[in-house]
Protein backbone atom coordinates (compact mmCIF):
# COMPACT_ATOMS: atom_id res chain seq x y z
CA UNK A 1 0.00 0.00 0.00
CA UNK A 2 1.36 3.38 -0.92
CA UNK A 3 0.50 6.74 0.09
CA UNK A 4 1.44 10.22 -1.56
CA UNK A 5 3.75 12.35 0.62
CA UNK A 6 2.87 16.16 -0.33
CA UNK A 7 3.57 18.44 -3.50
CA UNK A 8 7.59 17.80 -2.70
CA UNK A 9 7.05 14.01 -3.65
CA UNK A 10 4.91 14.41 -5.66
CA UNK A 11 4.56 11.11 -7.80
CA UNK A 12 7.11 9.59 -5.76
CA UNK A 13 5.59 6.59 -3.56
CA UNK A 14 7.02 5.68 -0.38
CA UNK A 15 5.66 2.15 2.22
CA UNK A 16 3.06 2.92 5.04
CA UNK A 17 4.74 2.18 8.11
CA UNK A 18 4.42 -1.24 9.71
CA UNK A 19 3.85 -0.55 13.18
CA UNK A 20 4.44 2.37 16.16
CA UNK A 21 8.24 2.41 17.54
CA UNK A 22 7.27 4.57 20.17
CA UNK A 23 4.80 7.24 21.57
CA UNK A 24 6.45 9.47 19.05
CA UNK A 25 5.28 9.58 15.42
CA UNK A 26 8.20 7.73 14.04
CA UNK A 27 7.36 5.43 11.47
CA UNK A 28 9.55 2.62 9.61
CA UNK A 29 10.42 1.25 6.31
CA UNK A 30 9.27 -2.48 5.05
CA UNK A 31 12.65 -4.53 5.63
CA UNK A 32 11.85 -8.24 7.18
CA UNK A 33 15.52 -8.28 9.31
CA UNK A 34 15.49 -10.09 12.52
CA UNK A 35 15.90 -7.53 15.18
CA UNK A 36 19.64 -6.80 15.70
CA UNK A 37 19.85 -6.58 20.08
CA UNK A 38 22.68 -6.30 22.58
CA UNK A 39 22.28 -9.98 23.12
CA UNK A 40 22.98 -10.39 19.17
CA UNK A 41 26.42 -8.42 19.99
CA UNK A 42 27.01 -10.35 22.84
CA UNK A 43 26.83 -14.12 20.63
CA UNK A 44 28.46 -12.09 17.92
CA UNK A 45 31.49 -11.65 20.43
CA UNK A 46 31.39 -15.21 21.13
CA UNK A 47 30.85 -17.11 18.49
CA UNK A 48 33.98 -14.33 16.92
CA UNK A 49 31.94 -12.80 14.11
CA UNK A 50 32.72 -9.32 13.42
CA UNK A 51 29.95 -6.73 14.75
CA UNK A 52 29.33 -3.46 11.60
CA UNK A 53 28.44 -0.30 12.74
CA UNK A 54 28.36 2.59 10.53
CA UNK A 55 26.84 6.41 11.23
CA UNK A 56 23.80 7.69 10.46
CA UNK A 57 21.66 11.53 10.40
CA UNK A 58 18.81 10.82 8.17
CA UNK A 59 16.34 8.69 6.60
CA UNK A 60 17.29 7.51 3.20
CA UNK A 61 20.79 6.55 4.34
CA UNK A 62 20.02 4.58 7.70
CA UNK A 63 17.61 2.72 5.39
CA UNK A 64 19.84 1.83 2.62
CA UNK A 65 22.43 0.68 5.45
CA UNK A 66 19.58 -0.94 6.96
CA UNK A 67 18.97 -2.82 4.11
CA UNK A 68 22.47 -3.81 3.69
CA UNK A 69 22.12 -5.07 6.73
CA UNK A 70 24.04 -3.26 8.82
CA UNK A 71 24.67 -4.38 12.75
CA UNK A 72 23.88 -1.37 14.53
CA UNK A 73 23.58 2.36 13.74
CA UNK A 74 25.19 5.17 15.52
CA UNK A 75 23.58 8.72 15.74
CA UNK A 76 26.68 9.80 15.81
CA UNK A 77 27.79 13.35 17.02
CA UNK A 78 30.08 13.60 14.34
CA UNK A 79 26.69 14.98 13.29
CA UNK A 80 27.89 18.34 14.20
CA UNK A 81 30.88 17.76 11.95
CA UNK A 82 30.00 16.35 8.62
CA UNK A 83 26.73 17.06 8.58
CA UNK A 84 26.17 20.83 10.25
CA UNK A 85 29.60 22.05 9.82
CA UNK A 86 31.12 23.28 12.72
CA UNK A 87 34.55 22.60 13.89
CA UNK A 88 34.12 19.99 16.14
CA UNK A 89 31.80 17.84 18.20
CA UNK A 90 30.60 20.16 20.96
CA UNK A 91 28.33 23.05 19.59
CA UNK A 92 25.46 19.83 18.40
CA UNK A 93 22.53 19.79 21.16
CA UNK A 94 20.43 17.36 22.39
CA UNK A 95 17.66 18.60 20.29
CA UNK A 96 19.42 18.68 17.52
CA UNK A 97 20.50 14.75 17.94
CA UNK A 98 17.05 13.84 18.20
CA UNK A 99 15.66 15.64 15.57
CA UNK A 100 18.44 13.17 13.11
CA UNK A 101 17.73 10.46 15.61
CA UNK A 102 13.73 10.36 14.54
CA UNK A 103 14.80 10.70 10.96
CA UNK A 104 16.90 7.73 11.36
CA UNK A 105 14.98 5.26 13.54
CA UNK A 106 11.90 5.94 10.85
CA UNK A 107 14.07 4.48 8.15
CA UNK A 108 16.30 1.61 10.04
CA UNK A 109 14.22 -1.12 11.73
CA UNK A 110 16.62 -4.44 11.84
CA UNK A 111 19.53 -2.76 12.90
CA UNK A 112 20.30 -1.83 16.55
CA UNK A 113 19.80 1.81 17.12
CA UNK A 114 22.19 4.17 19.35
CA UNK A 115 22.12 7.93 20.17
CA UNK A 116 24.96 9.31 20.97
CA UNK A 117 24.77 11.88 24.12
CA UNK A 118 26.10 15.20 23.05
CA UNK A 119 28.53 17.23 24.75
CA UNK A 120 27.06 18.40 28.26
CA UNK A 121 24.01 16.32 27.49
CA UNK A 122 25.48 13.79 30.78
CA UNK A 123 28.74 15.46 32.31
CA UNK A 124 27.03 17.68 34.72
CA UNK A 125 25.12 15.49 36.91
CA UNK A 126 23.55 11.55 36.73
CA UNK A 127 20.25 13.11 37.06
CA UNK A 128 20.88 15.05 34.04
CA UNK A 129 22.76 12.15 31.92
CA UNK A 130 19.66 9.58 33.16
CA UNK A 131 16.65 12.11 31.65
CA UNK A 132 18.88 12.68 28.46
CA UNK A 133 19.07 9.02 27.21
CA UNK A 134 15.83 8.44 28.68
CA UNK A 135 14.85 11.14 25.88
CA UNK A 136 16.93 9.14 23.43
CA UNK A 137 14.50 6.45 23.65
CA UNK A 138 10.96 7.88 24.52
CA UNK A 139 11.71 10.77 21.97
CA UNK A 140 14.63 9.86 19.37
CA UNK A 141 13.63 6.05 18.81
CA UNK A 142 16.83 4.68 20.01
CA UNK A 143 17.42 1.32 21.01
CA UNK A 144 20.76 2.66 23.33
CA UNK A 145 22.78 5.12 23.76
CA UNK A 146 26.29 6.09 23.64
CA UNK A 147 28.68 8.23 26.12
CA UNK A 148 32.29 9.27 26.16
CA UNK A 149 34.60 8.86 28.87
CA UNK A 150 35.70 6.21 31.55
CA UNK A 151 35.78 5.84 35.53
CA UNK A 152 34.13 9.48 35.53
CA UNK A 153 31.52 8.11 34.03
CA UNK A 154 31.15 5.27 35.50
CA UNK A 155 28.10 6.64 38.06
CA UNK A 156 26.33 7.61 35.13
CA UNK A 157 26.80 4.65 32.86
CA UNK A 158 25.07 2.73 35.99
CA UNK A 159 22.18 4.76 36.71
CA UNK A 160 21.14 4.49 32.67
CA UNK A 161 21.70 1.18 32.82
CA UNK A 162 19.66 0.63 36.14
CA UNK A 163 16.82 2.21 34.30
CA UNK A 164 16.96 -0.31 31.69
CA UNK A 165 18.44 1.44 28.68
CA UNK A 166 21.58 -0.27 27.10
CA UNK A 167 24.92 1.95 27.35
CA UNK A 168 27.82 1.91 24.71
CA UNK A 169 31.05 3.22 26.18
CA UNK A 170 33.94 4.90 24.17
CA UNK A 171 37.18 5.19 25.12
CA UNK A 172 40.56 6.15 23.78
CA UNK A 173 40.19 9.33 21.46
CA UNK A 174 36.85 10.75 22.56
CA UNK A 175 36.11 13.95 20.63
CA UNK A 176 34.01 15.45 23.26
CA UNK A 177 37.26 16.30 24.93
CA UNK A 178 39.34 17.30 21.85
CA UNK A 179 40.64 20.35 23.83
CA UNK A 180 41.73 18.74 27.15
CA UNK A 181 43.67 16.15 24.52
CA UNK A 182 45.02 18.75 22.82
CA UNK A 183 43.81 17.89 19.20
CA UNK A 184 42.26 14.89 17.22
CA UNK A 185 45.20 12.31 18.16
CA UNK A 186 45.62 8.99 18.89
CA UNK A 187 45.24 7.74 22.65
CA UNK A 188 46.55 4.83 24.67
CA UNK A 189 50.73 4.81 23.00
CA UNK A 190 52.22 4.74 26.46
CA UNK A 191 51.90 2.11 28.98
CA UNK A 192 50.90 3.34 31.92
CA UNK A 193 48.14 5.34 29.55
CA UNK A 194 47.52 2.07 27.92
CA UNK A 195 46.92 0.41 31.43
CA UNK A 196 44.51 3.26 32.48
CA UNK A 197 42.25 2.55 29.46
CA UNK A 198 42.81 -1.01 30.03
CA UNK A 199 41.03 -0.20 33.94
CA UNK A 200 38.59 2.21 32.16
CA UNK A 201 37.59 -0.12 30.15
CA UNK A 202 36.64 -3.13 33.03
CA UNK A 203 35.16 -0.21 35.40
CA UNK A 204 32.41 0.56 32.09
CA UNK A 205 32.21 -3.09 31.52
CA UNK A 206 31.41 -3.69 35.38
CA UNK A 207 29.14 -0.37 35.47
CA UNK A 208 26.79 -2.38 32.68
CA UNK A 209 28.06 -1.00 29.49
CA UNK A 210 26.66 -3.58 26.98
CA UNK A 211 29.64 -2.45 24.52
CA UNK A 212 32.86 0.09 23.75
CA UNK A 213 33.67 1.90 21.07
CA UNK A 214 37.98 2.13 21.51
CA UNK A 215 38.42 5.33 18.82
CA UNK A 216 42.31 5.52 17.64
CA UNK A 217 44.48 3.40 20.10
CA UNK A 218 47.34 1.13 19.32
CA UNK A 219 45.92 -1.82 17.86
CA UNK A 220 47.50 -4.65 20.06
CA UNK A 221 45.84 -3.02 22.80
CA UNK A 222 42.77 -2.65 21.56
CA UNK A 223 42.96 -6.45 21.22
CA UNK A 224 44.24 -7.03 24.51
CA UNK A 225 41.58 -4.83 25.84
CA UNK A 226 38.96 -6.92 23.27
CA UNK A 227 40.30 -10.42 25.73
CA UNK A 228 40.61 -9.00 28.52
CA UNK A 229 36.90 -7.92 28.65
CA UNK A 230 33.73 -10.05 27.99
CA UNK A 231 31.37 -7.09 26.52
CA UNK A 232 32.16 -6.63 22.82
CA UNK A 233 34.60 -3.83 21.76
CA UNK A 234 33.99 -1.56 18.67
CA UNK A 235 36.84 -0.08 16.76
CA UNK A 236 37.48 3.18 14.65
CA UNK A 237 40.92 3.27 13.53
CA UNK A 238 41.73 0.62 16.59
CA UNK A 239 42.72 -2.26 14.08
CA UNK A 240 41.08 -5.93 13.36
CA UNK A 241 41.46 -7.02 16.51
CA UNK A 242 38.27 -5.19 18.22
CA UNK A 243 34.91 -7.41 18.24
CA UNK A 244 33.19 -4.94 15.91
CA UNK A 245 34.48 -2.07 13.47
CA UNK A 246 32.15 1.32 12.96
CA UNK A 247 33.08 4.03 10.31
CA UNK A 248 31.54 8.02 9.67
CA UNK A 249 29.83 6.97 6.38
CA UNK A 250 30.55 10.41 5.39
CA UNK A 251 34.06 9.26 5.51
CA UNK A 252 33.35 6.07 3.76
CA UNK A 253 31.20 7.49 1.34
CA UNK A 254 33.81 10.34 0.55
CA UNK A 255 31.12 12.89 1.70
CA UNK A 256 33.42 15.05 3.75
CA UNK A 257 36.33 16.52 2.09
CA UNK A 258 37.76 19.23 4.63
CA UNK A 259 39.84 15.65 5.63
CA UNK A 260 39.73 11.89 6.04
CA UNK A 261 41.48 10.16 9.01
CA UNK A 262 44.28 7.44 8.19
CA UNK A 263 42.12 4.98 9.83
CA UNK A 264 39.28 5.32 6.94
CA UNK A 265 39.00 3.37 3.73
CA UNK A 266 36.59 5.05 1.41
CA UNK A 267 34.31 3.19 -0.73
CA UNK A 268 33.32 5.87 -2.42
CA UNK A 269 34.03 9.49 -3.86
CA UNK A 270 30.35 11.11 -3.26
CA UNK A 271 31.26 14.40 -2.90
CA UNK A 272 33.04 14.37 -6.38
CA UNK A 273 30.04 12.33 -7.88
CA UNK A 274 27.70 14.93 -5.95
CA UNK A 275 30.16 18.03 -7.79
CA UNK A 276 29.58 16.55 -11.36
CA UNK A 277 25.76 16.27 -11.18
CA UNK A 278 25.24 19.56 -9.79
CA UNK A 279 27.58 20.54 -12.57
CA UNK A 280 25.69 19.01 -14.93
CA UNK A 281 22.32 20.20 -13.63
CA UNK A 282 23.25 23.81 -14.11
CA UNK A 283 24.66 23.36 -17.62
CA UNK A 284 21.13 21.49 -18.35
CA UNK A 285 19.04 23.80 -17.42
CA UNK A 286 21.23 26.72 -18.71
CA UNK A 287 21.33 25.47 -22.43
CA UNK A 288 17.75 24.40 -22.15
CA UNK A 289 18.10 20.85 -22.25
CA UNK A 290 16.21 20.07 -18.90
CA UNK A 291 13.45 19.74 -18.11
CA UNK A 292 12.97 18.17 -21.56
CA UNK A 293 9.65 16.56 -23.03
CA UNK A 294 9.87 13.12 -20.61
CA UNK A 295 9.90 15.30 -17.45
CA UNK A 296 6.69 17.40 -18.25
CA UNK A 297 2.86 17.09 -17.25
CA UNK A 298 -0.01 17.25 -20.00
CA UNK A 299 -3.45 17.92 -20.18
CA UNK A 300 -5.85 17.05 -22.78
CA UNK A 301 -6.35 19.00 -25.93
CA UNK A 302 -9.86 19.74 -24.70
CA UNK A 303 -9.40 20.84 -21.63
CA UNK A 304 -6.38 22.90 -23.10
CA UNK A 305 -9.14 24.52 -25.55
CA UNK A 306 -11.58 24.92 -22.75
CA UNK A 307 -8.88 26.30 -21.01
CA UNK A 308 -8.14 29.06 -23.59
CA UNK A 309 -12.00 29.98 -23.95
CA UNK A 310 -12.40 30.43 -20.36
CA UNK A 311 -9.48 33.30 -20.00
CA UNK A 312 -10.47 34.85 -23.47
O1 LIG B 1 30.08 10.51 16.70
C1 LIG B 1 30.53 9.54 16.11
O2 LIG B 1 30.38 9.37 14.89
C2 LIG B 1 31.29 8.57 16.87
C3 LIG B 1 32.02 7.51 16.11
C4 LIG B 1 33.30 8.06 15.64
C5 LIG B 1 32.24 6.30 16.93
O3 LIG B 1 31.34 8.66 18.06
Redesign the pocket.
Known amino acids: MCVYQGVSTLMRTLPLPEGTLSTTTISANTSQRKKVTTLTFRQKKERGEPIT ?1 L ?1 AYDYPTAMAMDKAGVDSI ?1 V ?4 AMVVLGYEN ?1 LPVTMDEMLHHARAVARGARGALLVG ?1 MPFMSYQVSVEDALRNAGRFLQQGGMDAV ?1 L ?1 GGRERADAVRAIVNAGIPVMG ?1 LGLT ?1 QSVNQLGGFRAQGKTASAAKRLLEDAQILEEAGAFSI ?1 L ?1 AVPARLAEYISKKISIPT ?1 G ?1 GAGAGCDGQ ?3 THDLLGLFDRFTPKFVRQYANLHETMNKAFAEYINDVGAKRFPAVEHIIEMTDEEWAAFQKEVK
Do not use: A, Q
Open positions: MTLGDSLTDKEHPVEIIVLV
